[in-house]
């Protein structure tokens, strides 16, 4: 097994997490890619493309293993101005580099790391670039090939595209030669200590550090590592990954299950009504706190939903990287609380910029007094507010609708009503089945925002046949349109306790 810079950056993140990756396929299940990282790959591998178009004349290897050596070993000869998935293997590691480009002047070869991120700092994964250059020069260096500089290429936030892509502004390229020198001693002891425990065939001990970690961080062999906690445990308490103190107590103290949890320990509201919820299996309704809510509702009520593809590359005019294209909103109205509910829907079905659209749209749709309803509203107003930046003509009504917005996730927020089968959270798939148990996002084909998103763009895709594009506008229809229905739904059923 040859240890490739995805699996050395795996391995610093998490080494048991690769041991068992590497040594128990019978779980490979497990390591299955959501939608989401699926998709995060994918947009990295376009990146990838797009930033070559920075290196004219170069060359891709397109073979593997020993062959794709092979080859770079003959494009290097040649002194290719520049090779893509430049391939070495030495030592039990193997690199691809995105661009090893031929310096003429210096008679050397540079080193370029492409990223699909719009900064390197921004993230917190600064480190993590670092590394993987660094793993790639000792690589290099092992295989000696004369490197003179090493560089990160990012997408640059402030790019606006207009018209066609310009490369040279869409990419920033920055200099880590130095930093990647000073680094390489480190990360070359760290190879090797990956070589080892990786080629171990000895099974790293039970259980893992995510222990005393939060369950969004838990990757999905925890349960594997750690037979003796259960589905839903301590680590499933509203945001104890940010509470290392009393997460940790707990750890120290072997209580896993939520029931066993001791009265010494402090925990803060929410937390606190999650644990007792969940003792008494009754949910806790604050009728007074909710008819506060509901009540400082105006008529009529809009209840609003978008959904939107955010590309790294910009795929349309006006757009920066990874910018939100608005393709879809739904609009349930209620003037009354009597009136029948009226809908109103807007779907972009071609790969065009639904802007002004939408703000068109709504401006007319959303009258001058009322409350326009969202779930978690700063995504809606975030979207209105990038409208307005994208069209000065619209940027009133965009302020005047966020002026409007009320988050009804507030009510079950600020604890008003929590029930033990929210497991502590807020979101409306948590929500809606307890409070509207006939109306489920379950059956749908499409059935949560990432999923449409990535829907969106296969439907919008030249390359989609009509036919499945047009089952596609249906789906996210049914989609986008439950979204707000449930919204009312669960208003509704508020509204009855009063
Ligand atoms: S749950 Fe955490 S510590 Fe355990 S293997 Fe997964 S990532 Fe590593």
Redesign the pocket.
Known sequence: MNISKTTFQDYL?????VW?KLHKPELLEEFALSEFERHLVEQGNEVELHARNLFPNGVEVTETGERACEVTAELMAQKTPAIFQATFIVDGFIARNDALVWDPQNKCWNLYEIKGTNSINDTGNDHNHLDDLAFQASVLRRSHVPVGKYFLVHLNNKYVRVGDLNYDELFLIEDKTEEILARLPVVEEQMETAKWYLSSEKEPPEG????Y?GRS??????TY??KNVPAYSVHDLSRIGSSKKKLNALIERKIYEIENIPDDIDFSEIQANQIMVHRQQKPIINIDGIREELESLAFPLYFLDYETYAPAIPSLSGYSPYQRIPFQFSLHILETPDAEMTHIEYLQTEAKDPSEDVAKLLDSSIGAIGTVIAWNKSFEAGVNREIGARLPEYKNAMERINNMLYDLMDVFKKQHYVHPDFRGSTSIKKVLPVLVPELSYKELNIHEGGQASNSWAEMVSPATHPDVSEKIAADLKVYCGLDTYAMYAIWKELQKLL
């Open positions: 993140f998490c080494a048991k997490n068992l893992c550090n995510c222990i970690k961080q838990h990757c999905t062999t925890f590592s750690n």
